[in-house]
């Protein structure tokens, strides 16, 4: 059965989001026909207005209404603490734990030769800039091999410039809270076993 | 931490909508912080249409680009069969499993007297103008309370016709395909009992 163009046109956009497969872009299509225009008005422009609303924090490139995120603007935290994170929705996570006073430097992504992403399209060079002697560089992108890539490369070019009293660490790596060995893959486990702790 | 506003609607847009959930939401919201404005008109376009380019088809009342669905403009459908659903959705699973032959008509929900939702809400006049002798109708509401009730006062409603020869079935319930008789509810092994069939 055809179904109708502006129909077929509206599951499609639903079906590139993340997360979102054929069979729930084509309920949300159906769902959103029986909704008001004016919901549909007001989806729409809200689609619209993240690109000229929602700005990059101009310290740490997350996400901001102005200038400065929340994080950033809040003099309480301690500015001598920088958390490395590949995108600004990683730094929410990190929020959301709620026990991380320090401040962040959101990359923008993570080094990827086959997706041409070298150091020059990540903030790398600001990261840099940000840095100076007495602080600890908590370098949390994702435990992937492009994370783990980019995590090295940063280390070596802020060992690179002797700066006093610094601290390179990365975030911990093995099973996760709840997990079980049986079902581990060897990578997680060897990952486990290297970052064992005395008790 | 406070996220810019024009996020947080976004994230909230896409909350609304059936099966997605918070987490997804906000997925998607960063995710398209990162794409083209271009792409974020599109959608925003997509969006609004629907509701000037989809038509309801002016026989079934299912979906259209103009005056009836695909459906019902195939006359090689059989016209002397019509199956009954609760909303166009329906129609396309139908559809989709491919061989049923005969028309469809859409009601648009089923009776509720809790959301208020009365025969005169659904296209059931609608279905009994459409309703003519050696004619088969088949009830395929959903198989719950509303939908149950829905089929029942349809039933009534024709039989109070008088017409020849018409035959009202309701569709089959009882386990789904693949199912366990382990963990079925009581009211699905009740129905499939009384729909057991001679082998």
Do not use: W
């Not at 929705?89 to 990190?94: F, L």
């Amino acid at each position: 059965m055809k179904l109708p163009q502006a129909l077929t046109d509206l599951i499609e956009s639903f079906e590139k989001l993340p997360g979102i497969g054929p069979k729930s872009a084509s309920r949300i299509g159906f769902y959103l026909l029986n909704t008001p225009e004016e919901y549909l008005a007001g989806f729409a422009k809200n689609l619209v207005k993240i690109k000229s609303e929602v700005k990059r924090c101009s310290r740490c490139h997350g996400v901001s209404d102005n200038g400065l995120c929340s994080v950033c603007a809040d003099g309480s935290r301690n500015q001598k603490q920088i958390c490395v994170v590949e995108r600004a929705v990683d730094m929410i996570s990190m929020e959301k734990m709620g026990n991380y006073k320090g401040i962040y430097h959101i990359l923008g992504g993570a080094l990827n030769p086959l997706d041409h992403i070298g150091p020059d399209d990540l903030k790398i060079d600001e990261l840099v800039g940000r840095v100076s002697g007495d602080m600890e560089i908590i370098l949390a992108t994702n435990p992937t091999i492009e994370g783990e890539a980019t995590a090295l490369y940063i280390k070596r070019r802020l060992e690179s410039l002797n700066l006093e009293n610094i601290k390179i660490t990365r975030i911990g790596s093995g099973l996760p809270m709840g997990a079980d060995l049986e079902f581990a893959d060897e990578a997680t486990l060897s990952r486990a076993m290297e970052g064992r702790r005395a008790l």
